[in-house]
């Protein structure tokens, strides 16, 4: 694998010592005719967050599931926290964690029933204590004894999120993590994102439509289409390259099939 084919982050956690915290290269997923995702190759530095956008149809799942061994690629490789995927999923799948407001847990489950199965499939040590300490940091104490399917939409985006935090994962996958949150609780959940970041040299890669979270949240921007990586730089680059004010213009100009120089 020569420096070409995996674009590095340049994050000052990065160090030719320490395995990215993932790394893809000429990554292809074809679904009958379909190419959902398209040769794309990228490596992510620990400790950094990233932002993974693009419209629908842009190979953003399809790159999360290969990543987490879910889906096989056509051909390319997956490395997570230096272990290939699927191939060495279980020496690396409890180093990680998902989280998708989108997937619901099961309905008839309380809260703490759903988070203690979860914590047992991780071996999550003192998961009494465990749970009692995401229930206070993401405000779950007063809802952890009702059942899952009771909750509202933004309970449940908690509630995911705090599944996804169960284990203390190295490596953290998110997909829409303040879905259906009102303005104080996604930004209250950001900065908790964010200090997690810090405390546990984690890694998030986070695949977002809310291009405020990102540009808050995220030090890099995967921007995709059409099953291919269309740039790859800092927020800060990325506007300047597309003289653009926020990334929801840049994000329209490449929905919308603007190149860089038409969008100036």
């Not at 104080?184 to 984690?202: F, K, M, P, Q, V």
């Not at 929801?248 to 120089?261: K, Q, T």
Request: glycine letters at 6%.
């Amino acid at each position: 694998m020569t420096a070409d084919d995996i674009k590095q982050s340049n994050h000052p956690l990065r160090s030719p010592d320490v395995p990215a915290a993932i790394a893809v290269a000429h990554l292809v997923k074809v679904y009958k005719t379909n190419r959902a995702v398209d040769d794309i190759s990228f490596s992510i530095a620990r400790g950094s967050i990233t932002g993974l956008l693009g419209g629908n149809g842009a190979g953003k799942t399809t790159t999360i599931a290969m990543i987490m061994g879910l889906v096989l690629p056509t051909s390319g490789k997956v490395s997570v926290l230096g272990h290939a995927m699927p191939e060495r999923a279980a020496d690396v799948l409890g180093r990680m964690n998902f989280e998708s407001p989108y997937v619901d847990m099961p309905m008839r489950l309380t809260v703490r029933q759903n988070l203690t199965v979860f914590g047992k499939l991780y071996a999550v040590r003192n998961l009494r204590e465990r749970i009692a300490q995401l229930a206070s940091d993401l405000d779950l104490t007063d809802f952890l004894d009702r059942a899952s399917g009771k909750l509202s939409a933004g309970q449940k985006t908690r509630v995911a999120l705090a599944k996804a935090l169960i284990n203390e994962p190295e490596l953290l996958l998110l997909d829409e993590p303040t879905a259906s949150l009102d303005p104080d609780t996604a930004d209250w959940i950001r900065g908790h994102l964010e200090a997690y970041c810090r405390s546990h040299n984690a890694t998030i890669l986070l695949a977002s439509h809310n291009m405020l979270e990102v540009e808050r949240l995220c030090d890099r921007v995967i921007i995709m289409k059409k099953g291919r990586v269309e740039d790859d730089d800092s927020p800060a680059g990325i506007l300047q390259r597309y003289n653009r004010t926020t990334l929801e213009d840049v994000f329209l100009d490449v929905a919308r099939g603007r190149d860089r120089e038409a969008a100036q």
